[in-house]
């Protein structure tokens, strides 16, 4: 039977729920905007007591189907001031789903200056005080909880910078090798550091395999769906051999490739940090280039880079951080990217924000460009302690730039803009300034169809396109981003037809029911619509749906592009 | 003739223009905000090339009216994000006025790495390279102009916080003792240093007496003003003994006096702080309690107050910074308050929500509550220095609280509340709420009413009367601050019936017109409105109209009243 736990950080209260009708066809992203948008006044501040965080595993989450074992999280995000969903791989979505969990809303916040950990089990969820592991970075508190819990124990930890509410911070996952992914973008890592709450252990001793209505049915579409994502060139080659990194090379090809903050979309030394050479030295260092964030992806697009000595270095090394600290921050060593990737997981921020925002504190003079031990200086002297300057890079991009005066400040709604420069790849510059979460790449992957050749062909340097582009994606990703799959899936289903009326069919065999396409699509564009409510009435405005003024009188080489669109253009976005 | 100086900062570049037929009946806040309205790209970055930093005098300025010798400036603001006038006294007004300038405008923004000045004449606006005065403070730049121009050189400069882009910097008027006024509000020293003018001197040789239409109605209509004036008990009593701060006492009787960063609403250390003691310090040291801050001010409500050996060490020390630094920040030492008055002068930041700012900073332990040393030191090491802890505080309340993740933050559109409790003295809370310029006390100064007993009575504690009263104040006000007048004016124009119709008279006398009250009320409503149209285009709603959400759920003693309007009935207040 479903459940909803109702934990109250106020009064340390749990209370456990009957899914409500209307939350039941709701997963992963539907089912955190569905609540956060019921239960969260708009206006509230994102770090008092009026907001929720809250979990929930994909609709398929805990089946067998492939790539389906993500966890979301959901509330008023710090970071922008707008509702947020952040997912992430890990074990606890799918031994959450075993669980019959299927949402876990933290709400209040304690008046005491105390601490606290959640212990979940199948006979509910605990709350404890915490001192032991306060400050602990995110590798620490995993390892502490498998020496006290065992092995099998499932986390969500943040690090000290959610501790520190910092905007930027993470809510870290512990993975099946016992490493970190992370709830990146948004700052829920300082929603959970408002409600005092330090890590959450889950023990999912008794729990039971998800019952699926129809298992033959779902055991045919769950292989069609299995074959679609192997035959598909990128997810079925590119991603499993040079992970997401493979992208440096076709972003610097396309000229695209943001670089030197933003002032360049092309990087002169793109081999050293591209996804070719990321293989060859895992290879070479006996690394592995291939590995998966959870139990059952088959694309596995992640890998464990490794030092020269062959010792870890990180796991989970994505193109978006390669991108932001070697070509936005100008660091060509890869081994110094690496580090600073494993420094940011430990400490809990958002290696894309955290990508972001070195290369805003570069140009505002705070260290040079291609400074990497300064960025691991930066990461633990200053934002690791807490000290002031650590405390003005570990809210953001736009902390820095605000603090500094920096013009140059590539944000939307206060999120830092990744690593696709919206010049001369347009149809992301549209899902940048229209997305409910900020500037958010996945929401709307329009790279797919701009530069990769996925789903069809638009030209990235036209306009034409670009909004239908970008909103047939953002409605198409907020409906998987329910399911508990993973982005990727993306690939397939835009060029393999038989790829999402498998998707589809799994979800009925998995439910017992007859959704199809059009359900959905319906499904995707109730999201967006329930999001952008909220953000409404928190006050946004089309005012906000804007890329930063510098990218409209700055021109970037190597196309000398501009970003050239009307507001009447973009707000078009809209009109569904 | 009235001119207008174009001064462009991208090709320095000045034009001479005429006065546009529709900008000829403005004057003041009126003449700042049409010009930015029309000029100024709403969603534009307010540190960029495209923000616009417009100087006006007042309609009656450079004439013999009292009280009148104020300037307005205006910008978008990079505090709040839009629009903002903040009027100052100072000689620089009346020079202005004398030749024959109706505004400034200064837009672009140098490419090149260099600082600039600009020198005033009556032949003219040079734009000259500036190196010598770099980093100096107010009263550093003051004096070294003065030995270098003359003693009547007129100055309005930056401080190390303008040039740093601190969101809190004003812009200093030298003021008739060749110490300094500020145009404090809103972060326009931050706009001058994204222009990179440091300072602006005036040499008026060759000016000559404004132009009067009607001399001898003008000569009547002035000497019924400056008897009003003289006759009100609260312009003509309270403010030349007191100064402002006789509202110290009179606030903490009230139990509207934010004590301890917003969580009590009386100080138990009132008396060391309160306008009383004050007057008996300066007199027993043989300073000044009485001073006005332009050429024909008859309140006085200025002082020099002097150590105890007599020597200077503020002037214009106001209520509001009094009670931020005294009763927020629970600092017990006047001196230690004047001397960080002193300090926020000269550094250039906006003692108002420096004095705010500071009471988050103690909340958010970065010194103690009560540490008046403390202050001086973030002030002379941190914000002087342009260290990242400087700032941060720099850059504002909210930036402060944003840094630090405090909730008790209180700001209104990112701009520090000040000194009286929007709980307990409900009417100043509508105007905090509502006003374009972000939480501003002098838009719609309710405590009149509401605490003064002036212009009737309306019960502080209940909501009813509120919006009205909030919304005649901001309309009148915002007619008042076109003319040049200082606020004070306000008390007896609302309780001596010849005092409104005497002000009119002048304007119509100056320029041979025939306004009526009601054109005055119209000339009020038209700069709201143009106000509110801008601040709309920039991304602001209802929601942005809300006092901080801390002030709905925490009750203040003693009347342990809460923040308890509708959003409906605060909205209530546009209806006009």
Sequence with gaps: ????????????????????????????????????????????????????????????????????????????????????????????????????????????????????????????????EETELLMKDTFEVVEALEAKLGKKTGVLTIGPAGEFLMAAANI???????????????GLGAVMGSKKIKFISIDETGSSPVKVADPEKFKTAARVFAKAMLDHPVSGQGLPTYGTNVLVNILNEAGGLPTRNFTQGQCAHHDKISGETMYDTIVARGGKHKHGCHAGCIIQCSQEYVAADGSYITSGFEYETIWGLGADCMIECLDDIAIADNLMDRVGIDSIEGAVLFGVAMEAGIIPFGDGKGVHRLLTEEIAKGTPLGRVLGNGTGSVGRTYGVVRTPVVKNQGIPAYDPRSVKGIGITYATSTMGADHTSGYTIATNILNVGGYVDPLKKDGQVELSRNLQIATAAVDSTGMCIFVAFPALDIAECLPALIDMINARYGLNLTGDDVVALGKYILKTEKAFNDAAGFTAAHDRLPEFFTYEPVAPHNAIWDFSDAEIDEFWNF
Excluded at 50 to 76: D, E, I, W, Y
Excluded at 172 to 186: A, L, N, T
Aim: aromatic share 4%; glycine share 12%.
């Design 1 to 128: 039977m479903d459940k909803i736990y109702r934990v109250n950080m106020t009064d340390k209260t749990v209370k456990l729920e009957a899914v409500p009708a209307e939350w039941a066809p709701h997963g992963g992203r539907g089912l955190t905007s569905t609540i956060v948008a019921a239960e969260v006044p708009p206006t509230c501040d994102a770090l008092g007591p009026n907001n929720k965080l809250v979990f929930a595993p994909g609709l398929l989450t805990g089946t067998a189907a492939a790539q389906s074992g993500r966890l979301s999280a959901g509330a008023k995000s710090p970071l922008t001031g707008g509702i947020k969903e952040s997912n992430a791989g890990g074990t606890a979505a799918q031994q959450l789903a075993r669980m019959g969990v299927k949402a876990i809303i933290i709400e209040g916040q304690p008046k005491e200056d105390k601490w606290y950990n959640l212990h979940i089990t199948m006979n509910g969820i605990t709350i404890n």
């Design 172 to 186: 870290s996952v512990k993975d099946p090798d016992s490493k970190v992914r992370s709830h990146g973008r948004g």
